[in-house]
T-cell receptor, first 109, second 115 residues
Framework: DAKTTQPNSMESNEEEPVHLPCNHSTISGTDYIHWYRQLPSQGPEYVIH???SNVNNRMASLAIAEDRKSSTLILHRATLRDAAVYYCILSAAGNKLTFGGGTRVLVKP | GAGVSQSPRYKVAKRGQDVALRCDPISGHVSLFWYQQALGQGPEFLTY????????KSGLPSDRFFAERPEGSVSTLKIQRTQQEDSAVYLCASSPLVKTYNEQFFGPGTRLTVL
């Protein structure tokens, strides 16, 4: 699976947007871009995914660069509950997920 | 509805003991994955089932690790002769379909501590 690069950590203030970058320069044509997050002492949970076009759901937005070599997860208004490790993952549909180190997000009240 | 459940939630084993970890996926989910998460690291893939067939076991770290899903629903991950390096959280995930995009639904994990 292609590798992703994410910052180790980011801080945000509550109620402000958070932009989480991910670089994936070796992405292949069949790779989906997935984002999962893991709250403390819980299993990972799905956030959003995309292939080529930008995506929005109730949790977040995913902005995908035109060349697909990078993407950004956007949390529109961070809450304390959004403090977690966010993982950017590439894989084809139905395949195993290859997690990296992720970005630890700290939300300050 | 009910999510993925795992039992036990915590397991302490003495080095050399055998352990069995259970995963109950969401009913009707075809795909089932096991992952291992060491402290401070991201989860790492262990093995994958499609119904009862184990299609990928490339991530199992040694022949002491064995997984099964005999009826295509509940799965058990067994570790024989546990070692201290086996201490980790073992996560199970299930997914409804194959060959189309589906998110993976994760259980809470089993934390294994080998003394």
């Amino acid at each position: 699976d292609a590798k992703t690069t994410q910052p180790n950590s980011m801080e945000s203030n509550e109620e402000e947007p958070v932009h989480l970058p991910c670089n994936h320069s070796t992405i292949s044509g069949t790779d989906y871009i997935h984002w999962y997050r893991q709250l403390p002492s819980q299993g990972p949970e799905y956030v959003i995914h995309g292939l080529t076009s930008n995506v929005n759901n109730r949790m977040a937005s995913l902005a995908i660069a035109e060349d697909r070599k990078s993407s950004t997860l956007i949390l529109h208004r961070a809450t304390l509950r959004d403090a977690a490790v966010y993982y950017c993952i590439l894989s084809a549909a139905g395949n195993k997920l290859t997690f990296g180190g992720g970005t630890r997000v700290l939300v300050k009240p | 509805g009910a999510g993925v459940s795992q039992s036990p939630r915590y397991k302490v084993a003495k080095r050399g003991q055998d352990v069995a970890l259970r995963c109950d996926p969401i009913s009707g989910h075809v795909s089932l994955f096991w992952y291992q998460q060491a402290l401070g690291q991201g989860p790492e893939f262990l093995t994958y089932f499609q119904n009862e067939a184990q299609l990928d076991k490339s991530g199992l770290p040694s022949d002491r690790f064995f997984a099964e899903r005999p009826e295509g629903s509940v799965s058990t991950l067994k570790i024989q002769r546990t070692q201290q390096e086996d201490s980790a959280v073992y996560l199970c995930a299930s997914s409804p379909l194959v060959k189309t995009y589906n998110e993976q639904f994760f259980g809470p994990g089993t934390r294994l501590t080998v003394l």
